[in-house]
């Protein structure tokens, strides 16, 4: 189960580059998930 966000930055990598380059301070790696 994701929220809408969560399904979003599960579906394109490329929109979580994106808001990490933005500086949103969340982020999803090898590690597990992290916020």
């Known amino acids: ?3 809408t ?3 979003v930055v ?3 990598p490329a929109e ?3 808001a ?4 949103s301070g969340h982020s ?3 590690g597990g998930h992290s916020h």
């Open 20 to 23: 990490d380059a933005a500086g």
């Open 28 to 30: 999803h790696g090898p």
């Open 10 to 12: 599960y579906e394109k």
């Open 16 to 18: 979580q580059a994106a």
């Open 5 to 7: 966000t969560e399904a």
């Open 1 to 3: 189960m994701f929220i």
